[in-house]
Each structure stands twice: as structure tokens, then as C-alpha cells.
């Protein structure tokens, strides 16, 4: 689409999206914050279905069509991933797509299209073993790494959710053509309230790149109550007891939030984290943070968080501790924080994707005109 002063106009974007993760969140929050410029967004599902409540929240933002396809990081081999492009070729060109955004890179591979093609890392097996095993993807694991080196390569820009992903990925594949850091965002609303003596933590505990075993293991010498909400099973079997910990379970987003909005304190452990979504809620919720000390948290939340050791309980038992005993400390970190997400906001994030997009087509009409 081309407006009557010859700029591009964008109409339609194809949005690749996930009920797993943190990817589904981050999509329809993109979303609405594109929709006040003019953009629908076109959710296209994978991996496991989604709930009924998902699905009307993103039909409340956008179209949504669920493709029974897999993730990639749910198979065991490329061979069960065959059917992904030609669904995405259809549903292109079914749907009168002006942009793709994937929000997994090997989604781009085996795309034909000439529309721009955005993939997001938000995350990836390669970059995990790294951070969590400290090594590199085991043989087994050789073909991720082949895909979406495929799918950078295939992508006319690439995004990551922060500067410390950037570099895992630079170190991981090497060079990345068009890689470029767009903050992540949330619709949390950004405001300071009345707190509990309490100390919350979400994550699939599932994971190990959560590292809910170091934080249930500090939690029975935490002088405060320290409430864990996320699955502790996962889709291949994976199993985190908690033992120490108040354990509620996998609660809808809107249960977690009402429950971090009670939290004086949110801790997140993560030895992995590309971006960190939790403690950016956290501090929209006015709560002080204890964070793992890992590159990513540095560099979001350094002056406004309290830091722990990632492979120490004692570390955080001593922050977090510190931080229930001191009030004066708590209300300022989470004034610091609260100051500090405002610069990770909806608007800060849809300017500068729909900054990308814009520029995207207008690089690419050109091509288009030529072809015409």
C-alpha cells in the first residue's frame, strides 16, 4: 500500500505468535500498541492450541487463525517443522499481508514471498545451552542452530529484545545482518500501592534457564513468605519440585498480576534471560526487585533492582532479607524501578517497530514496482 504522497502505507501484518511462552504476551501487546497507528495485526498460532480465553483476548486486538504446526523447540527434528512455510505462504497471501513478523526465527525458512520478512529472537536453544549449560548446542540439537541461521539469513531485519541477547547471538552465529535491539514492553499499569510482606516469583520453573531450584532453596531461610507461581512440568517431561516455597500453581496472567500487584518484593533468578518480562511487570507494579546478576538484568535495571549470585541461594536470602528488614531501601528501589519501566513502554516500543516497517517497505517498493 502506498499513500497519495508516495510514502508506504502499512495495512496488514502477519504476526507469528505462541500460548507457552512469553512470546504470546509480547505479541498482543505489540499489537495494540501498533493498532493506535493505523496497523491490524493478523495472529497466526502455533504449537499447543490456545486457550478459549487466549483466543478471544487476541481476537479482542486483531484476527487470529491457529496453524497446527509445531514449535520448533517442541520437536525433536526439522523433519516435523515441513509444514510451517507452506502454511505461512498461504496464509500470506490469503490474507492480503503488507509485512511478516515472526516471532521465531526458523519460521522464516522457506518463506516466498516479497513482502519484508521482521523475526524476532526472543529467545533460543543455542543461546540457552550457552547461558545455562555454559557450552555449546549439543549434536542432537545441531539443526536449531542450522534454522535459524537459515531464518536470520532470510529476514530483512532482525530484532532483539535487548543489547545482552544481541551479543549471545553475535557470539552464538556470528555476524547477523539487520540484527537491532527493540526493547520489549507491557500494558501493566504503571503505578505505586499499598504492598503485603510477601515475596512473589513467576516463570515455567520447568525451565532451567528459570532456576526455581536455587530460589525454593533459599526460600525456607527467607524471613518473609515467598510465593513461586508457574508450571513446574513441561512439555518434554521436564519436572522442578518445590519444596520450600508456597507453590500456586500456573495462574492466568491477570491472577499473577493481581498478585504482584500485592507483593512488596518480586524476585526472578534467571540464569537466562533475553529480556526478562516479569521484572519489567514487577516494577510497573510498584514492587522492589532482586534480580539474578546477569547481563541482561545489568543492563535494564542496574541503579533500580537489588542483585543476587544466580548459582548461590545464600545470595539471595541475604538480598532478599536485606530488603524486608529496610524499608526506606525497598520504597526507593521500587520508585527506581517504577521511573525506570517507563522507558520500556507500549508507545516507546510500537514507534520503533513501526519505525522499522515503514522503513522495510519503503526499501522494498522499489522491487515491488519493478516486478509490477
Not at 121 to 140: D, L
Not at 202 to 224: C, H, T
Not at 302 to 319: N, T
Request: hydrophobic content about 45%; overall charge negative.
Amino acid at each position: 500500500m502506498t499513500a497519495q504522497d508516495g510514502r508506504p502505507e502499512l495495512g496488514r501484518v502477519l504476526m507469528t505468535v505462541d500460548a507457552v511462552g512469553g512470546v504470546w504476551r509480547y505479541g498482543l501487546d505489540l499489537a495494540l500498541g501498533l493498532r493506535s497507528k493505523g496497523v491490524e495485526t493478523v495472529f497466526a498460532a502455533f504449537g499447543p492450541r490456545p486457550s478459549s480465553e487466549q483466543v478471544r483476548e487476541a481476537e479482542s486486538i486483531g484476527s487470529f487463525v491457529w496453524l497446527d504446526a509445531p514449535l520448533d523447540w517442541l520437536v525433536e527434528d526439522e523433519e516435523a517443522l515441513k509444514q510451517v512455510p507452506r502454511l505461512l505462504n498461504d496464509l500470506i497471501e490469503r490474507e492480503n499481508i503488507d509485512l511478516v513478523h515472526l516471532n521465531l526465527p526458523s519460521q522464516a525458512v522457506g518463506l516466498e514471498t516479497s513482502v519484508p520478512v521482521v523475526v524476532v529472537s526472543h529467545s533460543c536453544v543455542v543461546t540457552w545451552f550457552g547461558a545455562v549449560r555454559g557450552q555449546t548446542v549439543p549434536n542432537e540439537w545441531q539443526w536449531q542452530f542450522r534454522l535459524n541461521y537459515k531464518g536470520f539469513d532470510r529476514a530483512d531485519a532482525v530484532l532483539s529484545p535487548s543489547h545482552s541477547h544481541a551479543a549471545m547471538l553475535r557470539r552464538a552465529y556470528g555476524p547477523i545482518d539487520g540484527l537491532q535491539v527493540v526493547y520489549n514492553a507491557s500494558r501493566v499499569e504503571a503505578r505505586s500501592r499499598d504492598k503485603e510482606d510477601f515475596v512473589f516469583a513467576a516463570a515455567r520453573w520447568w525451565d532451567d534457564g528459570k532456576n526455581g531450584v536455587i530460589l525454593d532453596a533459599a526460600a525456607g531461610q527467607i524471613k518473609w513468605p515467598l510465593v513461586m507461581a508457574g508450571a513446574c512440568h513441561g512439555p518434554n517431561g521436564q519436572y522442578l519440585p518445590i519444596r520450600n516455597a508456597v507453590h500456586r500453581g500456573e495462574l492466568a496472567h491477570t491472577d499473577a498480576m493481581a498478585m504482584m500487584a500485592r507483593a512488596a518484593i518480586v524476585a526472578s533468578p534467571s540464569v537466562y534471560e533475553p529480556f526478562g518480562l516479569v521484572a519489567l511487570e514487577a516494577a510497573r507494579s510498584g514492587s522492589a526487585l532482586v534480580l539474578a546478576d546477569i547481563p541482561t538484568y545489568g543492563e535494564l535495571w542496574d541503579g533500580a533492582a537489588l542483585f543476587a549470585e544466580p548459582r548461590e541461594p545464600r545470595a539471595f536470602v541475604d538480598a532478599i532479607n536485606r530488603l524486608s528488614r529496610d524499608v526506606s531501601l525497598r520504597t526507593t528501589l521500587a520508585e527506581e524501578a517504577l521511573v525506570r519501566s517507563e522507558k520500556y513502554s507500549l508507545e516507546a516500543q510500537a514507534d520503533a517497530v513501526m519505525a522499522l516497517y515503514l522503513r522495510l517497505l519503503s526499501a522494498n517498493r522499489p522491487a515491488l514496482t519493478a516486478a509490477e
